[in-house]
């Protein structure tokens, strides 16, 4: 019983291990049908977020499915509802890449406002963000999960720095300005999938450390 | 034990629902500030949305103890997963309503651009809808729940609505973009909470119906 309860909690692992790297892959394509503007990588990024979504309600099927029949203890079952918890912020990443790939179709259908380097610069950070908050759960590594928490101030302040250039080419030429809003918003995308991502360096905190980070680090 | 636990189980519902009625009154505060240009109820939004962070640590926290305590089966067991995912959604709610504030601030710095219509009423619209998700949770009805999926379509209309309204405001005059911006993204924070309270509405019919509607209504 133990035996089987610690295989299919590995399998388990393994399959958010997957849904991580489907995310963190959308974010990639997403930012890479931006920046190279193609409009076919961006309509696939939408049409394949299905595959995550389906994956969400997967596993959270079997997260209760290991709850009801081997009713686990203690770090076990923290470790269950902690998965639980990252499926979610897994999902809503995929849904932010489906958000910067719609703004990416609305940008294509005009001439490009101006070369991209923060935002692709932010993509990569919530990317490695995202990457190493899930190596921290698989790892129970509080430092690394710590460190990433910090790492989200990289990425607001990336985000600022695009808000308030964009609103300079608004200002200067009314052309501009339905690109400058797509891309601000872009901007925001990506802060949120950094937000997601220290969330689950926040959730990992705790569930090796035992008491939370969350909420307070900000105030740092 | 089982009648404790039956206790325990309630006195966390009603925990569960003091914490939406604390996410409800922050959007509706968020909101009165922005219309009636009140700094100090702004800044308040901010400062009490604390409370509402530290009340989803607490409800997860007692989740997880009525978990380990009980090792409740089926319905009972997916009923407390389904509230460890509430807490989540509700916190971010707050966090919705803590940026509205925060773009609050920012507007109140220059005069009213227009008079505000739409984004009150997205505001209601996104408040009544959580309201109602948490009424279809504690009642269980699956129907109230598949209602409030289709409401989100409105609130996706309006803040379309808000959207093109907006860009004709900054093309004629780029002396309101700011604020222009500043009312587009806080259109996008209303859209989120309605999202979250559809998310909810989702969760809820798939515990009472035992299959999802979610990813599925959209193509409706």
Redo the contacts between chains.
Sequence with gaps: MERRFDEELKHLKERLVGMAGMAEQSIGRAIKALVDRQAALAQAVIQDD?AI??LE?EI?DT??GL??RY?P??KD??FI?MI??IV?DLERVGDQAVNVSERTLDLLKEPLLKPLIDIPKMAVLAQQMLKDALDAFVNQDAELARAICRRDDEVDHLNDQV?HEL?VY??QD?KT??RA?DL??IG?HLERIADHATNIAEDVYYLVRGH?I??RLAGE
Tied chains: 1, 2.
């Design positions: 299905v979504n389906q309600v959270e997260c209760l709850l009801a009713q203890e203690a079952l923290r509802a639980f918890k979610n808000y609103l608004m200002t009314p300005i339905t809003v601000i918003l925001r939370t969350k909420h």
